[in-house]
């Protein structure tokens, strides 16, 4: 478990992070979100002990990472996946990682052939792709078997295969009873992974749900009607003298807003319409995450839309 209490981190007269509370509990993959500048990179560095918090404190396994015995044992992270010594072999890494926590050559076999990296082991790390130097910083996360993972954009040059893999790997992890937190961009991939979220913008607290709350809560009242092409036209005319708006939708069905499924159902009933799919259409994690952060974004670019007031009213239904 990872608890965090009134952590903050300030830079002279800026606040990178400020009062953030919150807890990672074991067994689900909580994503961690934030526009650039919001504070996560500083908030992992807090939690890992390479930067000294300002104020409040950070806990994995109920003590600070400093206090940690064996701390590869304990938590393994994945900040940045080019920072190895680039003369050395991916299996000497490893087997460096591995003596300084009295981990023995077989795990480090283990954990290569888990990765798939098993056949350039021998390689220099300086020679290896982004996306094998992802699976090395993978592999020296996994090394010491720990309980916490900290990973930091991992899938950052994988490709679709090595995505997925990663994605069930994460997920079965998660399910053994350890803690995951895995801070994305990717926003597609995270909604696929993620159990939880904990969102920050300027350092500060924004959402702290379920991924299913997150989405279900703001994705409006649309609904994915699918019916026969001859009775289609007369269910969007009973609809449409309802108030309702019908468009098409890319699937090949109907989108309806303005009344809800039951109208809908009830509606067919009454015309005598057999409807072939009734299915509630939710917002993206991408249109939900976008609106909630607008506010809290640092870097935005010319013609870039904002609606604060709206990302606000969001952000005040998942803090806790």
């Not at 699976?135 to 930091?152: E, Q, T």
């Not at 994988?158 to 053994?176: C, Q």
């Not at 005319?237 to 159902?265: F, P, S, Y």
């Amino acid at each position: 478990m990872i608890e965090l209490h009134d952590l903050t981190k300030r830079y002279g007269d800026r606040t990178a992070v400020d009062g953030l509370s919150c807890t990672v509990p074991p067994g689900q993959v909580t994503g961690f979100l934030g526009p650039n500048g919001a504070g996560k990179s500083t908030t992992m560095r807090m939690i890992l002990g390479l930067a000294e918090p300002s104020a409040g404190e950070a806990t994995v396994c109920g003590r600070p990472y400093r206090e940690l015995a064996a701390p590869l044992r304990e938590v393994g992270s994945l900040l940045d996946a080019k920072a190895v010594h680039g003369g050395r072999t991916v299996r000497g890494h490893l087997l460096g990682l591995a003596r300084s926590n009295a981990l023995g050559r077989r795990r480090v076999d283990a954990v290569l052939a888990d990765v798939g990296l098993t056949t350039v082991a021998g390689k220099r790390t300086k020679s290896l792709s982004l996306g094998m130097a992802q699976r090395l910083g993978l592999a020296a996360a996994l090394l010491g078997n720990p309980r916490v993972l900290i990973l930091d954009e991992p899938v950052n040059g994988l490709d679709t295969e090595g995505i997925r893999w990663l994605r069930d790997l994460l997920k079965s992890l998660a399910a053994e009873g350890r803690t995951v937190l895995l801070s994305s961009h990717l926003m597609s991939e995270m909604e696929l992974t993620a159990d939880h979220l904990i969102v920050i913008g300027r350092g500060r607290l924004i959402a702290d749900t379920s991924m299913r709350a997150f989405i279900e809560a703001h994705s409006g009242g649309a609904t994915f009607v699918r019916t026969s092409d001859a009775d289609a036209g007369r269910l969007r005319g009973a609809l449409e003298a309802q108030g309702a708006t019908v468009r098409l939708h890319a699937r090949g069905g109907w989108r309806v807003d303005g009344v809800d499924a039951a109208r809908i159902g009830e509606t067919a009933r009454a015309q005598d319409i057999a409807v072939h799919e009734l299915t509630p259409l939710l917002s993206s994690l991408e249109d939900v995450y976008t609106r909630m952060t607008r506010s809290a974004v640092e870097y935005r670019g010319v013609g870039a839309a904002d609606d604060t007031a709206d990302a606000d009213e969001i952000a005040k239904e998942f803090v806790r």
